[in-house]
T-cell receptor, first 113, second 110 residues
Framework: GAVVSQHPSRVICKSGTSVKIECRSL??????MFWYRQFPKQSLMLMAT?????????EQGVEKDKFLINHASLTLSTLTVTSAHPEDSSFYIC?????????FGPGTRLTVT | GQNIDQPTEMTATEGAIVQINCTYQ??????LFWYQQHAGEAPTFLSY????GLEEKGRFSSFLSRSKGYSYLLLKELQMKDSASYLC???????????FGRGTSLIVHP
């Protein structure tokens, strides 16, 4: 069946470095993927919509130069957190449109020290 | 704007029934989703309502009243593994992207 995978599942990095998170659709093509961020005991907050072959659409308040999104193929979208700071520590989740509901990846726990 | 409201936390006993409510105020309505999320994991889809009424799926049922902007998720024969956060999400306007509520943390105790 259709599955969305994410890699890595956990990452710890030092402040100032960049981290790339991959989101892949397995056994199906996803022209649109979504990136969410979730802080502890908070809801999912949509960061951006990733469109294959075009620029991502960012939600208000999300810095596009800090959170770089690349959707180069129909099965892969990447989110790069540039110059990470401790406040970027969060749970990052991607999803792809499904029927009837979105299919979520397993999430990536980012800790910036 | 859009507003989705659900209780922050609920507790229930193993084997019992629990109802988690969700109220919403949105511009237009295209459907309401319920997801289950265990700590540190991604949400998993539970149910989808687009018309008024009750949708039943095994131990889980979801109800929708569009005129009242109200939904509930009913969990029967609670099991310890049902301890999780339950997220209500609404598609509204012309968007196919859901807006999520804060989630209800359900604690099931023996």
């Amino acid at each position: 069946g259709a599955v969305v995978s994410q890699h890595p599942s956990r990452v710890i990095c030092k402040s100032g470095t960049s981290v790339k998170i991959e989101c892949r659709s397995l056994d199906f093509q996803a022209t649109t993927m979504f990136w969410y961020r979730q802080f502890p005991k908070q809801s999912l907050m949509l960061m951006a919509t990733s469109n294959e072959g075009s620029k991502a659409t960012y939600e208000q308040g999300v810095e596009k130069d800090k959170f770089l999104i690349n959707h180069a193929s129909l099965t892969l979208s990447t989110l790069t957190v540039t110059s990470a700071h401790p406040e970027d520590s969060s749970f990052y989740i991607c999803s792809a449109s499904g029927e009837p509901a979105e299919l979520f990846g397993p999430g990536t726990r980012l800790t910036v020290t | 704007g859009q507003n989705i409201d659900q209780p922050t936390e609920m507790t229930a006993t193993e084997g019992a029934i629990v109802q988690i409510n969700c109220t919403y105020q949105t511009s237009g309505f295209n459907g309401l989703f319920w997801y289950q999320q265990h700590a540190g994991e991604a949400p998993t889809f539970l149910s989808y309502n687009v018309l008024d009424g009750l949708e039943e799926k095994g131990r889980f049922s979801s109800f929708l009243s569009r005129s009242k902007g109200y939904s509930y998720l009913l969990l029967k024969e609670l099991q310890m593994k049902d301890s999780a956060s339950y997220l209500c999400a609404v598609h509204s306007g012309g968007s196919y992207i859901p807006t999520f509520g804060r989630g209800t943390s359900l604690i099931v105790h023996p």
